[in-house]
């Protein structure tokens, strides 16, 4: 057998395992509704909401490992394992701390503000009693619509997603535990109070705030977060010199960058298509096909609005703008993904992509160090896709305005304050030492790539943090 056929042979038997795979996954995806359909169809609306609810989540989930790869390939390759460090810890302390007290105060007998101050969430007591024995209560468990369990998995996923926007902004300075305790009240108590005010049926949501899937519940909350952190915590030493020039700080995985934005753009089709939060008719099915077409729409108009415009307000086509394109265009339309004219969306996309990369503009100008660009992405889009409802999903001007107001003010207040009691009580940046060595070796005593050698800017002690 000559090289070429071996070759081929290869190619064949890799198509073939890859169908194989592909038939696999569709009867797994399918395997519910079939059981379903042959236990007497009765329960197929309850069994296809809840399967939903949790593939959809597991999908979303998934997004943590896309921030992973984005944050650790855009940051110095001496702070690569502690972003992993960071973005495993922060996906913990989410899923434990919405379990403990967030989820109660975001959905759990909200009155205008608040929900229950109560410890802990579990299924229901029909649900309780199902698994214990009683077949008598299958039919209230029914009658909900969806296991009570995967509704509270699917939210979860969302709070981590708002903590690893926090994450990237302040890369390569912030100290370990001072991010975790932030992160912990960030997700028990200033997400699902925004959450509570909107989603939970509380004062905005009252009023008709429109959010679908989370450009200013889950996106400008983070993003607000992470704005607050950057001030109170600062530049990277050297980033901004005493002349005014700016220090170049290249990502050190350019591949890594761009595999966590695909992995975003893959769970981000969970975000806003399980946002539909049914899968019982056939108006839910059409409904989440046109958000997933949209959601992608938006990405890939955000993707060529950077790409052709990124030399004209950055100076270069840029690649890291182009990837946050993606990013940004997907923001902006999570406010409103089920609108019917696509068309629509590519705006939307592509005005997200513009006003990150302004916003990327911004940033060095003001001289606030943000590693990944995640203020202008999360929450500058964000802003623009809430408001952007109200051009083709229904918002109203004045009630998204006020929304965005109000989520801004509490969100940015509460963070900042929070930031500023961290500082004075446990300090929020590690060391010039540290950092100049890399929290990698410093603290974690691993280094991501230990085959290379560390190469200490000679000019640092020549630079400043800040631009007094």
């Known amino acids: ?67 992973t790869m984005l944050e650790a390939g855009s940051v110095r390759s001496k702070s690569a394992s502690m972003i992993c460090m960071k973005n495993i810890g922060l996906y913990s302390i989410a899923g434990l701390a919405y379990y403990v007290i967030g989820y109660n105060l975001m959905y759990v007998d909200v009155g205008s503000g608040i929900g229950s101050i109560s410890f802990f969430y579990g299924p229901s007591a029909d649900e309780v009693a199902l698994i214990g024995g009683n077949e008598g209560a299958a039919g209230a468990v029914a009658e909900n619509g969806y296991s009570v369990m995967s509704d509270w998995f699917f939210q979860m996923v969302f709070v981590a997603t708002t903590a690893s926007i926090v994450s990237g902004a302040l890369a390569e300075r912030v100290k370990l535990w001072t991010f975790f305790v932030f992160v912990g009240v960030l997700t ?178 003001r001289r606030v160090d943000d590693v990944v660009g995640a203020v202008p992405a999360h929450l500058f889009a964000g802003i623009w896709g809430t408001l952007a409802t109200c051009i083709a999903a229904g918002g109203d001007p004045v009630v998204q305005l006020t929304g965005i107001v109000a989520v801004g003010a509490f969100a940015f207040s509460v963070s900042w304050i929070l930031w500023m009691v961290l500082d004075r009580v446990m300090g929020v940046r590690v060391s010039r030492s540290v950092e100049s060595i890399g929290q990698d070796a410093a603290e974690l005593g691993i280094d991501a790539y230990p085959e290379f050698v560390l190469m200490v800017d000679p000019d640092a002690d020549d630079d400043y943090r800040d631009a007094d």
């Open 1 to 67: 057998m000559s090289i070429h056929q071996v070759r081929w042979s290869r190619r064949f038997a890799a198509g073939r395992n890859l169908a194989a795979a592909l038939l696999s996954g569709a009867c797994l995806l399918l395997a519910p509704a079939v059981l379903a359909a042959q236990d007497g169809g009765g329960d197929l609306g309850f069994v296809l909401n809840t399967y939903s609810f949790l593939v959809w989540g597991v999908l979303v989930m998934w997004m943590c490992a896309g921030f």
């Open 188 to 365: 028990a108590i200033i997400y699902p109070i925004v959450g509570a005010w909107t989603w939970g049926g509380g004062w905005l949501g009252q009023m008709g705030f429109t959010d679908f899937a989370g450009s200013t519940i889950v996106h400008s909350t983070g993003g607000w977060a992470a704005l607050a952190g950057a001030l109170v915590v600062g530049p990277r030493w050297g980033k901004y010199r005493k002349d005014g020039s700016i220090q170049p700080t290249p990502p050190s995985n350019i591949p890594a960058v761009t595999l966590g934005v695909f992995i975003l753009w893959m769970g981000w089709f969970g975000f806003n298509g399980g946002s539909e939060l049914a899968l019982s008719g056939v108006v839910n099915a059409v409904s989440m096909s046109n958000i997933l077409v949209n959601t992608n729409l938006a990405a890939a108009a955000g993707v060529i609005t950077a790409l052709c415009l990124s030399r004209s307000i950055l100076g270069r086509v840029d690649l890291f703008a182009t990837l946050n394109g993606a990013i940004s265009g997907m923001v902006a339309i999570t406010a409103g993904p089920n609108i019917t004219n696509s068309l629509w969306a590519i705006l939307i996309g592509a005005v997200g992509s513009l006003l990150c990369m302004l916003g990327l503009k911004l940033l060095e100008v």
